[in-house]
């Protein structure tokens, strides 16, 4: 298993194996990329491309797809995935943000959720294909993931969003298609609880029989703008962890705003005495690197 620390700052936390930098926010907000981590971008959920092109957002009949829209789980607004000048900027973005970095995690590289996206264009796109709906938006996603795929010479990963039934009819998203063009896939799981870790474990191990790639998982510590009352325990995130582990994923990240919040849940773990000897008679091979890794941070935290 590899551990990985998911940041917005660019300072790296030691003890993990790699770092994901997020280097362009679902806010539009961009930073610059750094040479030794690996860069997430947010390609369609992008506020500041809205703000300045709102005829640009992705639409249904239950509205547009804009922050604050409860009628889908949507926290920020979101360009049409098939808005033509969104999609070349972000191809070239992609590819300089490659070239400066390890390599490539996309999130929000589909369409916004369910009915989307019913603007004119869209509609003409759809009827032109003579394809049905679902299968069209597929092919959408897929062929533009695949002139990704193109651009980025490192890795590339694909972030997705917990749900391993309905992603196609929610997003366009064929986990199959994706594989033929990612090297891993990273399953978002941010919580700001875990208590109820078997239901994590159950979608991990889900998510572990479907994808045809490496599988990581990506769980909350602490965000922007976060107090400690906000977050997991240290308790719950190492007992999901573990519970998820021995699913046989093949690694997991933890998302903080940055190095010293990641810091903080490494001494919080090791300071978990006795739930991490209650936690080694979960047994199995990951369940151990997890442990084993709590362990070696006991030297950082000295």
């Known amino acids: 298993m590899k551990f990985g620390a998911y940041l917005y700052e660019a300072e790296k936390a030691a003890g993990f194996d790699f770092h994901v930098l997020r280097v362009k926010l679902e806010t539009g907000n961009r930073i610059p990329p750094v040479q030794d981590m690996y860069s997430n971008i947010a390609i369609f959920a992008d506020n500041a491309a809205i703000r300045s092109h709102p005829d640009w957002i992705s639409q249904s009949p ?3 797809a804009r922050m ?4 889908f789980n949507i926290y920020w607004s979101v360009v049409c995935a098939t808005q033509p000048e969104h999609r070349a900027e972000q191809l070239d ?3 300089d943000v490659d070239r400066h970095s390890l390599g490539v995690w996309l999130n929000s590289q589909y369409f916004a959720d369910h009915s989307h996206c019913t603007c004119p264009r869209c509609k003409e796109l759809w009827k032109k294909s003579g394809l049905n709906w679902f299968e069209w938006r597929r092919k959408e996603v897929t062929d533009y993931i695949a002139q990704i795929r193109m651009r980025v010479k490192k890795e590339l990963v694909m972030c997705i969003q917990p749900d391993p039934v309905t992603a196609c009819e929610r997003y366009g998203v064929d986990f199959n298609d994706l594989a033929e063009y990612a090297d891993a896939f990273n399953v978002v799981m941010f919580s700001k609880s875990y208590a ?3 239901y994590w474990e159950m979608l991990t191990r889900g998510f572990k029989k479907l994808l045809k790639k490496p599988v990581y998982i990506s769980l909350y510590v602490y965000g922007p703008g976060d107090t400690a009352k906000d977050v997991p325990s240290a308790s719950e995130l190492l007992s999901v962890s573990v519970r998820c582990a021995r699913a046989g994923i093949d690694g997991i990240l933890y998302l903080a705003n940055g190095a010293s919040q990641i810091r903080d849940f490494q001494k919080a773990a090791v300071d978990k005495i006795e739930l991490r000897k209650t936690l080694e008679g979960y047994g199995g091979k990951h369940v151990k690197e997890v442990l ?7 030297k950082i935290v000295e």
């Open 62 to 64: 239950l509205g547009p």
């Open 68 to 71: 604050g829209n409860n009628n």
């Open 93 to 95: 973005y992609i590819e």
């Open 196 to 198: 109820t870790p078997w």
């Open 292 to 298: 084993d890794r709590v362990k070696n941070w006991e």
